[in-house]
């Protein structure tokens, strides 16, 4: 976890890096674009120290069975401090953040869900990079606001993808962000220490509403009692003075996905400390035939082990396969 507001956390468009130059495109248009997304990362970024503030954030699951499941997560931010505390079901960490140092109690490997909340909170902002070309800038109105929508293509060899991006005209912040089989709406946004931050958020995969978020920012007064926020029991973790991230042994890609377009699944899982994959884990896309190959074909990738001070340790990885049509 970043130990700074995490608003700080700016995305970059991965819309699969292509080496082609740029298609012929206005370019007075594409500088718009880019003008207008920066305007976006401005108008909801700290530009100074923020102070001590808590973060409370309610979220809905929607599985494609039909069922449903709330949880909850607050954070706590102050200076270079930072807690955390998530309830999912049987899942509940509870970690202090230090700077030299992490307070937690017993490790639960966080479910796809958590993973997606922590991806979507509080704010997912991206850039244009040059493997995407700019069609046109369209005025639109989205929940009764008035936007602008950046419609563009990125191709990566055979992949072509559409898609769009929607600010809205007067505040600059995003609305909607439809990129690949993913569309995140932003909205109900709340001015917070010169900011403004959406205190709602919806995730729709393959047009399936999947995520719902209900966020709240609130500034704290006073000290605060980290001794009290300890969680029981806990385990203390020193970070790295040297680390060495894992690097890629074997982690062959499949052939094809069969009929049909490009197909991504984002698997989170584990590198331990033999270099090998484990708790692979996806969040349902609506192709269960995919998932569940993309679970496969992940647990059988090795890495060099991370070393953390010159010895094996694990880290959280979040993994792609990449399944082309034919």
């Known amino acids: 976890m970043p130990t700074f507001f995490r608003a700080l956390r ?47 954030e309610s979220f809905r699951i929607y599985r494609l069975d039909g069922t449903a499941q709330d949880g909850t997560q607050n954070i706590i931010i102050s200076g270079d401090i930072e807690r955390g505390e998530t309830l999912f079901g049987t899942y509940h960490p509870i970690y202090i953040e230090y700077p030299n140092r992490t307070i937690q109690n017993e490790y639960q490997p966080p479910p796809p869900e958590v993973l997606e909340l922590i991806k979507l909170t509080p704010l997912r902002i991206g850039r244009f990079d040059h493997s995407d070309t700019i069609n046109s800038i369209i005025p639109a109105t989205l929940g009764g606001r008035p936007a602008k929508c950046i419609h563009f293509d990125t191709i990566n060899g055979r992949t072509h993808q559409s898609n769009e991006i929607c600010v809205d005209d007067e505040l600059g912040t995003l609305l909607r962000w439809n990129v690949g089989e993913d569309l995140i709406e932003d909205s109900d946004y709340a001015s917070f220490e010169g900011m403004w931050l959406p205190t709602r958020i919806r995730h729709f995969i393959n047009g399936k509403l999947r995520m719902e978020v209900e966020q709240k920012f609130t500034v704290i007064d006073g000290p605060i009692d980290w001794a009290a926020l300890t969680p029981p029991n806990p385990t203390t973790l020193v970070g790295c003075k ?43 896309s609506g192709r269960d035939d995919l998932d569940k190959q993309a679970i496969q074909i992940v647990s059988g990738w090795t890495f060099s082990p991370p070393l953390c001070d010159g010895e094996p340790t694990s880290i959280r990885a979040n993994l792609v396969v990449h399944f082309p049509p034919y």
Not at 28 to 54: G, Q, T
Not at 254 to 281: C, F, L
Request: hydrophobic share 45%; aromatic share 4%.
């Open 242 to 284: 040297q680390y060495r991230r894992p690097i890629i042994q074997s982690a062959p890609q499949p052939v094809h996905a069969g009929p049909g377009p490009w197909h991504d699944v984002q698997v989170h899982a584990i590198i331990g400390e033999d270099g090998r994959v484990r708790e692979a884990a996806v969040l349902a």
């Open 10 to 56: 700016l995305l970059p468009v991965f819309l699969l890096a292509s080496s082609f130059l740029l298609r012929a495109q206005d370019m007075p248009v594409r500088v718009e674009a880019i003008r207008l997304l920066e305007r976006a990362n401005s108008v909801s970024h700290p530009n100074h120290l923020m102070p001590s503030h808590r973060i409370d």
